[in-house]
Protein backbone atom coordinates (compact mmCIF):
# COMPACT_ATOMS: atom_id res chain seq x y z
CA UNK A 1 0.00 0.00 0.00
CA UNK A 2 2.28 2.89 -1.36
CA UNK A 3 0.86 6.00 0.00
CA UNK A 4 2.91 8.30 -1.46
CA UNK A 5 2.80 7.94 -5.44
CA UNK A 6 6.14 9.23 -7.77
CA UNK A 7 4.01 7.39 -11.53
CA UNK A 8 7.04 9.25 -13.29
CA UNK A 9 10.22 6.96 -13.17
CA UNK A 10 12.15 9.30 -15.20
CA UNK A 11 11.93 12.71 -16.90
CA UNK A 12 13.75 14.28 -19.69
CA UNK A 13 13.71 18.25 -20.42
CA UNK A 14 15.76 20.82 -22.18
CA UNK A 15 17.77 23.32 -21.07
CA UNK A 16 15.92 26.22 -20.14
CA UNK A 17 12.81 24.83 -20.02
CA UNK A 18 10.08 23.75 -17.24
CA UNK A 19 10.03 20.81 -15.41
CA UNK A 20 7.30 19.42 -13.65
CA UNK A 21 7.30 16.88 -11.20
CA UNK A 22 3.75 14.88 -9.81
CA UNK A 23 3.34 13.04 -6.56
CA UNK A 24 0.57 11.44 -5.00
CA UNK A 25 -0.75 10.49 -1.73
CA UNK A 26 -4.02 8.42 -0.15
CA UNK A 27 -3.81 9.48 3.08
CA UNK A 28 -5.98 12.46 3.72
CA UNK A 29 -4.28 13.24 7.46
CA UNK A 30 -0.23 13.95 5.79
CA UNK A 31 0.16 18.09 6.48
CA UNK A 32 3.52 18.46 5.26
CA UNK A 33 5.20 17.39 2.74
CA UNK A 34 8.68 17.93 1.30
CA UNK A 35 10.79 17.70 -2.18
CA UNK A 36 14.31 15.90 -1.59
CA UNK A 37 16.85 15.73 -4.21
CA UNK A 38 19.78 13.20 -4.45
CA UNK A 39 22.47 12.96 -6.81
CA UNK A 40 24.48 9.14 -6.70
CA UNK A 41 26.22 7.76 -4.24
CA UNK A 42 24.89 11.03 -2.15
CA UNK A 43 22.31 11.42 0.61
CA UNK A 44 19.29 12.57 0.01
CA UNK A 45 19.15 16.87 0.13
CA UNK A 46 16.25 19.21 0.84
CA UNK A 47 14.69 21.13 -2.07
CA UNK A 48 11.45 22.72 -0.96
CA UNK A 49 8.25 22.06 1.53
CA UNK A 50 5.02 23.11 1.91
CA UNK A 51 2.34 22.75 4.28
CA UNK A 52 -1.18 21.69 4.03
CA UNK A 53 -2.42 25.31 4.74
CA UNK A 54 -0.65 26.74 2.25
CA UNK A 55 -1.57 25.93 -1.54
CA UNK A 56 1.79 27.08 -3.34
CA UNK A 57 5.59 28.18 -2.28
CA UNK A 58 8.58 29.35 -4.05
CA UNK A 59 11.92 29.57 -3.37
CA UNK A 60 13.93 30.71 -6.16
CA UNK A 61 13.60 28.44 -9.61
CA UNK A 62 11.96 25.77 -7.16
CA UNK A 63 7.76 26.03 -6.72
CA UNK A 64 5.73 23.50 -5.19
CA UNK A 65 1.86 23.46 -5.73
CA UNK A 66 -0.40 21.48 -3.68
CA UNK A 67 -3.79 20.40 -4.40
CA UNK A 68 -5.40 18.84 -1.48
CA UNK A 69 -8.34 17.77 -3.20
CA UNK A 70 -6.78 15.96 -5.78
CA UNK A 71 -4.36 14.99 -2.83
CA UNK A 72 -1.37 15.75 -5.68
CA UNK A 73 1.54 18.37 -5.42
CA UNK A 74 4.23 19.06 -7.97
CA UNK A 75 7.21 20.12 -8.01
CA UNK A 76 7.99 23.35 -10.96
CA UNK A 77 12.19 24.00 -12.16
CA UNK A 78 11.65 27.43 -14.12
CA UNK A 79 14.18 27.35 -15.90
CA UNK A 80 15.46 23.83 -15.48
CA UNK A 81 19.93 23.34 -15.74
CA UNK A 82 21.83 20.95 -16.36
CA UNK A 83 22.80 20.53 -12.86
CA UNK A 84 19.38 19.49 -12.00
CA UNK A 85 19.58 16.44 -13.66
CA UNK A 86 19.47 14.27 -10.49
CA UNK A 87 16.78 11.79 -8.80
CA UNK A 88 13.05 13.97 -7.13
CA UNK A 89 11.80 12.29 -4.04
CA UNK A 90 8.17 13.40 -2.85
CA UNK A 91 7.76 12.77 0.66
CA UNK A 92 4.72 13.59 2.87
CA UNK A 93 4.62 13.39 7.10
CA UNK A 94 2.17 14.55 9.78
CA UNK A 95 2.85 17.54 11.91
CA UNK A 96 3.58 15.50 15.50
CA UNK A 97 5.52 12.69 13.22
CA UNK A 98 8.75 15.03 12.36
CA UNK A 99 11.19 13.64 10.33
CA UNK A 100 9.42 10.05 9.90
CA UNK A 101 8.69 10.72 6.17
CA UNK A 102 6.88 8.55 3.73
CA UNK A 103 8.73 8.43 0.54
CA UNK A 104 7.79 8.29 -3.30
CA UNK A 105 9.79 6.27 -5.58
CA UNK A 106 11.63 8.82 -6.88
CA UNK A 107 11.79 10.82 -10.37
CA UNK A 108 14.79 11.09 -12.64
CA UNK A 109 15.26 14.42 -13.79
CA UNK A 110 17.83 14.79 -17.04
CA UNK A 111 18.57 18.18 -17.95
CA UNK A 112 19.99 18.22 -21.78
CA UNK A 113 22.39 21.13 -22.82
CA UNK B 1 30.25 21.46 9.01
CA UNK B 2 29.81 17.95 8.55
CA UNK B 3 25.84 17.17 9.95
CA UNK B 4 25.37 13.90 9.48
CA UNK B 5 28.03 11.42 9.31
CA UNK B 6 27.73 7.63 8.34
CA UNK B 7 30.11 5.10 8.66
CA UNK B 8 31.06 2.76 6.69
CA UNK B 9 30.14 3.98 3.41
CA UNK B 10 30.84 0.60 2.04
CA UNK B 11 30.34 -2.99 3.12
CA UNK B 12 30.04 -6.45 2.17
CA UNK B 13 29.05 -9.22 4.70
CA UNK B 14 28.31 -12.81 4.30
CA UNK B 15 25.27 -14.17 5.07
CA UNK B 16 24.92 -14.55 8.75
CA UNK B 17 27.42 -11.91 10.23
CA UNK B 18 26.59 -9.43 11.66
CA UNK B 19 27.58 -5.80 11.78
CA UNK B 20 26.65 -1.95 13.03
CA UNK B 21 26.04 0.96 10.62
CA UNK B 22 27.51 4.50 12.74
CA UNK B 23 26.06 7.49 12.54
CA UNK B 24 26.49 10.88 14.17
CA UNK B 25 25.33 14.46 13.89
CA UNK B 26 26.62 17.45 15.12
CA UNK B 27 23.44 20.07 14.54
CA UNK B 28 22.31 19.05 18.37
CA UNK B 29 19.03 17.89 16.77
CA UNK B 30 16.88 15.62 19.10
CA UNK B 31 15.50 12.96 16.60
CA UNK B 32 17.56 10.64 14.24
CA UNK B 33 16.44 8.26 11.78
CA UNK B 34 17.41 5.12 9.72
CA UNK B 35 15.97 4.59 6.59
CA UNK B 36 16.99 1.95 3.48
CA UNK B 37 16.45 2.60 -0.37
CA UNK B 38 15.83 -0.52 -2.54
CA UNK B 39 16.13 -0.28 -6.71
CA UNK B 40 13.08 1.73 -7.75
CA UNK B 41 11.68 2.13 -4.35
CA UNK B 42 11.47 5.18 -1.74
CA UNK B 43 13.30 5.49 1.26
CA UNK B 44 11.61 3.56 3.81
CA UNK B 45 12.01 4.05 7.47
CA UNK B 46 13.55 1.26 9.61
CA UNK B 47 14.06 2.44 13.33
CA UNK B 48 14.05 6.27 14.83
CA UNK B 49 14.66 7.60 18.12
CA UNK B 50 12.20 10.79 18.54
CA UNK B 51 14.30 12.13 21.46
CA UNK B 52 17.58 10.65 23.56
CA UNK B 53 16.45 7.77 25.47
CA UNK B 54 13.67 6.08 22.78
CA UNK B 55 13.38 4.40 19.92
CA UNK B 56 10.89 2.89 17.96
CA UNK B 57 10.14 0.34 15.18
CA UNK B 58 8.94 2.11 11.81
CA UNK B 59 7.92 0.77 8.55
CA UNK B 60 10.94 -2.52 8.21
CA UNK B 61 12.31 -2.79 11.25
CA UNK B 62 12.71 -6.87 10.77
CA UNK B 63 16.05 -8.22 11.20
CA UNK B 64 17.33 -4.51 12.75
CA UNK B 65 18.18 -3.19 15.93
CA UNK B 66 19.18 0.60 17.31
CA UNK B 67 20.58 1.92 20.16
CA UNK B 68 20.18 5.75 20.56
CA UNK B 69 23.78 5.77 22.53
CA UNK B 70 23.33 9.59 22.97
CA UNK B 71 21.80 13.20 21.29
CA UNK B 72 24.58 12.46 18.87
CA UNK B 73 24.85 9.09 17.76
CA UNK B 74 22.33 6.41 16.53
CA UNK B 75 23.67 3.35 15.42
CA UNK B 76 21.79 0.14 13.77
CA UNK B 77 22.24 -3.23 13.98
CA UNK B 78 22.26 -6.18 11.72
CA UNK B 79 22.62 -9.47 14.21
CA UNK B 80 22.25 -12.03 11.02
CA UNK B 81 22.41 -10.35 7.94
CA UNK B 82 20.24 -11.75 5.13
CA UNK B 83 21.10 -11.15 1.77
CA UNK B 84 17.30 -9.12 1.84
CA UNK B 85 19.44 -6.97 3.47
CA UNK B 86 21.48 -5.42 0.50
CA UNK B 87 20.79 -1.98 0.34
CA UNK B 88 21.57 1.15 0.71
CA UNK B 89 21.34 2.55 4.07
CA UNK B 90 21.08 6.57 5.12
CA UNK B 91 20.74 8.22 8.62
CA UNK B 92 18.55 11.18 9.41
CA UNK B 93 18.10 13.51 11.86
CA UNK B 94 15.97 16.32 12.47
CA UNK B 95 14.99 18.90 15.16
CA UNK B 96 12.22 16.95 16.62
CA UNK B 97 8.62 15.69 16.30
CA UNK B 98 5.92 18.35 16.53
CA UNK B 99 7.81 20.71 13.92
CA UNK B 100 7.22 21.35 10.35
CA UNK B 101 11.15 20.51 9.63
CA UNK B 102 13.02 18.91 7.37
CA UNK B 103 15.38 15.92 7.42
CA UNK B 104 19.02 16.18 6.95
CA UNK B 105 20.63 12.75 5.94
CA UNK B 106 23.99 11.33 5.53
CA UNK B 107 25.76 10.29 2.79
CA UNK B 108 24.68 6.47 2.79
CA UNK B 109 26.33 3.21 3.35
CA UNK B 110 25.81 0.78 0.82
CA UNK B 111 25.49 -2.86 2.00
CA UNK B 112 26.21 -6.01 0.09
CA UNK B 113 24.95 -9.14 1.96
CA UNK B 114 26.38 -12.73 -0.16
Redesign the interface.
Known amino acids: DQQ?K?NS?SLSVQEGRISILNCDYTNSMFD?F?W?KKYP??????LI?I?SIKDKNEDGRFTVFLNKSAKHLSLHIVPSQPGDSAVY?C?ATL????????????TELSVKP | NAGVTQTPKFQVLKTGQSMTLQCAQDMNHNSMYWYRQDPGMGLRLIYYSASEGTTDKGEVPNGYNVSRLNKREFSLRLESAAPSQTSVYFCASSEGQGLYTEAFFGQGTRLTVV
Open positions: VQPYLYAEGPTFSSFAYNQGGKLIFGQG
